[in-house]
């Protein structure tokens, strides 16, 4: 089950509440992750995407039962099957988050493995507390990796260290996470953890938007952008930020020296 909210502070909130099973992603579920990822893009309320899970899992990936590699050497078994349900689903998430124009944060409050660590990571800042694993079991299922981890993992730790994870699957406990680069910030509890996601996207809903996402998408697309390409794009984007209300209502608020007003700014009238 995929519980999705949006409250008066603008932030949507995601909760994989499939507390029996780890947060293990059915069919179903996955398809209302998609639905509630794009419902929060979409949405002019929500300014920023928190995404946690309930009891002391984040999620601990796809259900096998319901996956098609459950049926893999059987008869009649079409290997196609398995590429158009990853497009499908779990790549169809993990594309969703992290080409997403607006911040999104995951309070990962436990155990998160495979395509639920992708899930976390695909997010813009990630934030564990001190039982936090981040497990990778593909070898251990003579599975390949997927969920967008050969693109996400090399780019947040390195080549030597992400071939670590896949190909002996090396587990990240806590705070480690921090030390590798896959993770924001770590915190004692998970009732520590809870605030503090909440307080982070609540302060995320409450910036410029527009620019955030823009500059999120400059940030993404570095590793496969030469520099004169990054500059015109930089340059471009500046451009679209100047027309923005929350560029004027933050230009206003420095001379006035007062806190701005990005909220407010893009709901007035004359905006």
């Not at 590429?83 to 155990?111: H, Y």
């Not at 050969?150 to 996470?177: D, N």
Request: hydrophobic share 45%.
């Amino acid at each position: 089950m995929i519980r999705y909210e949006v409250r008066d502070d603008r932030v949507g909130r995601i909760t994989l509440d499939r507390p029996e099973a780890r947060n293990a992603l059915t069919v179903e579920m996955r398809d209302d992750l998609v639905d509630a990822v794009r419902s929060a893009r979409e949405d002019p309320r929500v300014r920023a995407l928190l995404v946690t899970g309930s009891g002391d899992s984040f999620c601990s990936g796809m259900d096998l039962r319901a996956s098609t590699v459950a049926s893999a050497g059987g008869a009649g078994f079409d290997p196609r099957s398995t590429s158009e349900a990853l497009r499908k689903g779990v790549q169809t998430f993990i594309r969703e988050l992290w080409e997403m124009d607006k911040p999104t944060v995951a309070a990962v409050n436990g155990t998160a493995v495979g395509p639920g660590a992708h899930l976390a990571l695909a997010c813009d800042f990630v934030l564990t507390q001190a039982t936090t694993r981040f497990i990778w079991s593909f070898a251990r299922w003579g599975l390949v990796v997927d969920a967008g981890g050969a693109y996400l993992l090399p780019r947040l730790i390195g080549l030597p260290r992400a071939k670590a994870m896949v190909l002996l699957g090396e587990e990240v406990v806590g705070a480690q996470a921090v030390d590798l680069g896959l993770a924001y910030r770590c915190f004692d509890t998970p009732e520590e953890l809870a605030i503090a996601a909440d307080e982070l996207a609540v302060r995320l809903a409450q910036g410029p938007t527009r620019s955030l996402g823009l500059s999120k998408q400059l940030l993404n697309a570095s590793f496969e952008t030469s520099l004169p390409v990054s500059l015109d794009r930089e340059a471009h984007f500046q451009a679209l930020g100047t027309v923005s209300p929350e560029m004027a209502e933050g230009m206003a608020a420095f001379k006035e020296r007062r806190p701005p007003d990005f909220i407010g700014s893009t709901e007035r009238p004359e905006a």
